[in-house]
């Protein structure tokens, strides 16, 4: 997502006449929303445009499996420790086997809820070009199969007799609050450096 200097009209202008905007904050808050965004939004089973993909049809009827405190590993405070379903692990890169994938009842992509792959393997790095030119990139990192290929991309382009499932991308919600995180901290920008 890129934003639109347009989007702000006069705040960009006058962010152009400081000679050495702080973006360090920006970044940080931006990441925070990127991250609950991407965590909020596949846990209501919503794609990066904010619609709901397309459900699951082979999870249980009624009330699933979850994953208890005994099968998360520990994971308070960790990220993609979860693995596996029972008392053995899934596996090679934290991978479900067919029937373990079966018992569980999280929304698509997300079998095992917060501890999916794409929630707790969801990645973002800050990076800055320039005076006004910098952003954030987020990814999924090693959610890969059992031999190591990547398979996201597929969901994400609906590829084969898969419905299209992308979540890469921010959702409507997540764009309101990064814009207003520029708006704030924009505002922020010019008091800090008034009379520059």
Known sequence: MK????????????????????????????????????????????????????????????KGKTASP???????????????FGPAAAGLHNNLTSAEYRKLKGPPLAPRRAFSRVVTNYMTTPIVYGPLRFG????????????????LHHHFNGDGRLPKRDLAGIRPEGVKKLKTAFRN???????WNKGT
């Open 3 to 62: 934003m639109d200097a347009h989007d702000f009209g006069r705040l960009v202008d006058q962010l152009r006449k400081i000679q050495h905007p702080n973006p360090l904050p920006l970044l940080d808050t931006t990441e925070r929303i990127m991250t609950d965004d991407n965590r909020q939004g596949i846990l209501k089973g919503t794609d990066k445009d904010g619609g709901y993909m397309l459900a699951v049809t082979y999870r249980p009827e009624g």
């Open 70 to 84: 005994r099968q998360k590993n520990n994971a308070k405070g960790r990220r993609g420790t979860f693995s596996g």
């Open 136 to 151: 954030v990139v987020g990814a999924w990192l090693n959610v890969v199969d059992a031999k190591g290929r990547t398979f």
């Open 185 to 191: 901290w924009g505002l922020d920008q010019l008091r």
